[in-house]
């Protein structure tokens, strides 16, 4: 194997036993909360359709439960996040699950939404975001340090309670992982007519001298060597390799060790009772089409696979449970894995599944909202407005088509526009903040002013000044509008702002001017 001169090997491994996940690690480690500053890809399982499509298998599944001779109606259902990240979909799952469970009538049934992530600064911004509050106090929401790839005990961080093996089972959990699996440890092997060879890594680098190493500057080449003929000790993913080996399969097959040692984990933890639903890209059919395309990482701040979710399956069904794939292939997969029973016991998860996970899976949101993108400047306001509402009042939409939606403003009749107005409350309710978060609620502003709604746009921006680095514009717009109402001197107090931000502002100076023109006059 040849390298260019530029670079160096820094390890020649099995992939599962590279240094690349500890790397990883730091890497959230360093960036804490900005690695999901456009960087790390996040959107299509964070936003309100995904959580949407959770919260309802969820409550379906608490409520077939609670019907079971099982249920412990003192105890709540543990909702646990696995590697929770910015938390917007935490907060927008807790949302709806409050609304379902009103809804529902199912009041008296409690649960407890636990977010966790192996890096302690990540949650403590989590402690420390004014929308998840709320749900704190009202003890629906809890956090805790948890490592996937450990096999520790679960420590609640406000209730304190630790969540670990007992002697007496209690409800079933609900885990929820999505997009974790494709960034913790995996194997890969090569099969070629029954044979197998494991597949080993080089890593190497410019030399720049950095430790650990910038993950997007590392390149990563496989080769492959036979393996010999026990692979794991575990009996059950040994089982599973040699499955893929009698099958008859010929290719690259990724293994998901990290990932069914974290659910083996979480296994013991909960008694063996536990229901898995992960949204990731990945594969659960057509095996022998991915296993054509070899192995690779893709980088992005951070770096990820494809993951294996037939793997997961066979794993599930070696311990006696359940599992549920979506019908289609699509870029991105949802699937539901279940212990302790078989969906075929649980009536309401089996229609939640085949709704929600199925139909109306997150990957065909994403196939919808791709094209919306790429034809937007053809959408009219009501097809927004559609999107919109399908979307259950998504930011992201408003946010990627704001000046569409603006231009189609003065198109619009009547109707139209008052119905966007009454979804503007939707869509600033689901507005979750992260440092140098997307404009919402400017862009929500900007709307109101644009329809003359000038005395709640001006409030809209007094909220937007919080979160939003494009100072100089909101206190224009705001000048502007507290203009238009005649509040004069507050206008000229905020054309002045908006000259601390920008010395050589030609149209705020022209405001100022006219502003005190007007006044000299009146007085």
Not at 9 to 22: A, F, N, P
Not at 406 to 432: C, I, K, P
Not at 467 to 494: D, F, P, R, W
């Amino acid at each position: 194997m040849k390298l260019n001169k530029s670079q160096h090997i820094l390890q020649q491994k099995v992939l599962s036993q590279t240094s690349l996940w500890e790397w990883q690690k730091a890497y959230f480690e360093q960036q804490g909360i900005n690695a999901w500053v456009q960087q790390v890809p996040f959107y299509i399982t964070s936003n309100p359709y995904i959580a949407n499509v959770y919260a309802n298998t969820i409550i379906r599944f608490m409520q077939d439960i609670v019907k079971q001779p099982s249920y412990k109606p003192l105890e709540p259902f543990y909702i646990l996040e696995l590697g929770a990240g910015s938390g917007r979909f935490s907060y927008y799952t807790v949302k709806r699950l409050l609304e379902l469970r009103e809804a529902l009538d199912m009041t008296s049934v409690t649960f407890i939404y636990v977010m966790t992530d192996f890096n302690e600064s990540i949650i403590h911004y989590w402690q420390h975001n004014p929308v998840l509050q709320d749900y704190v106090k009202q003890g629906v929401l809890d956090f805790a340090q948890y490592d996937l790839e450990s096999k520790q005990s679960i420590q609640l961080i406000h209730s304190r309670r630790v969540l670990q093996k007992t002697d007496t089972a209690n409800n079933p959990w609900i885990v929820i992982a999505n997009y974790v699996f494709d960034s913790i440890s995996q194997d890969v092997f090569q099969l070629a007519d029954g044979g197998l060879q494991e597949g080993l890594v080089t890593l190497s680098t410019a030399e720049n001298g950095d430790n650990p190493p910038q993950l997007d500057t590392i390149k990563t080449t496989f080769n492959y060597r036979f393996a010999k003929r026990s692979y794991y000790k575990d009996k059950r993913m040994a089982a599973i390799l040699s499955y893929y080996q009698q099958a008859g399969l010929n290719g690259y097959l990724l293994f998901p060790i990290g990932s069914l040692r974290c659910i083996q984990h979480l296994q013991q933890l909960s008694n063996g009772q536990l229901l898995l639903l992960t949204t990731d890209k990945g594969y659960s059919t057509y095996m022998q089409d991915y296993m054509r395309v070899p192995p690779t990482l893709v980088f992005h701040g951070s770096f990820s696979m494809m993951v294996n979710f037939d793997a997961i399956g066979r794993y599930i069904k070696s311990c006696g449970g359940d599992v549920y794939y979506q019908s289609s292939q699509q870029d991105i997969v949802s699937c539901a894995f279940l212990l302790g029973q078989h969906f075929r016991q649980l009536p309401e998860t089996r229609q939640a599944l085949s709704v929600y996970l199925n139909d109306y899976s997150p990957g065909n949101l994403f196939n919808v909202y791709n094209n919306i993108q790429h034809n937007k400047a053809r959408c009219s306001l009501n097809t927004y407005l559609a999107h919109f509402a399908l979307t259950h009042w998504d930011p992201q939409l408003l946010n990627q088509c704001i000046d569409h939606i603006l231009q189609s403003l003065s198109e619009s009749d009547v109707a139209t526009t008052r119905s966007l107005l009454t979804g503007l409350r939707h869509l600033a309710a689901n507005f979750y903040p992260i440092p140098q978060a997307d404009d919402t609620l400017l862009n929500i502003a900007m709307i109101l002013q644009n329809v003359k709604q000038y005395v709640e746009a001006l409030s809209y921006y007094e909220k937007a000044l919080k979160h939003s680095t494009k100072k100089e514009l909101i206190y224009y717009n705001m000048g502007v509008c507290s203009y238009l109402i005649q509040q004069y001197a507050q206008a000229a107090e905020l054309f002045s702002q908006v000259l601390h931000y920008n010395p050589t502002s030609i149209r705020a100076r022209g405001w100022l001017v006219k502003i005190r023109k007007l006044l000299v006059n009146k007085t």
